[in-house]
């Protein structure tokens, strides 16, 4: 995982976060629904973890 890749995750998540909490108070949500979602959002960042750990490397190193 490069580091422009990391960069790139870490401002998804921070978006899908912020944009989670600003749902989450506009439909008054109970708690097991949040954590439920961020549940999914821990799931998903894992996937896209092991996808970029699984994936060839871009460039190649002499």
Known sequence: MTEDDAI???????AGLILILSYTKEK??????????IGL???IFALGLLW???????????
């Open 8 to 14: 790139y995750v870490i401002f998804v998540l921070t």
């Open 52 to 62: 970029f750990s699984l994936k060839p490397e871009k460039s190649v190193s002499n």
């Open 28 to 37: 008054r949500m109970s708690d097991i629904q949040i954590f439920a979602l």
């Open 41 to 43: 959002i821990v799931f």
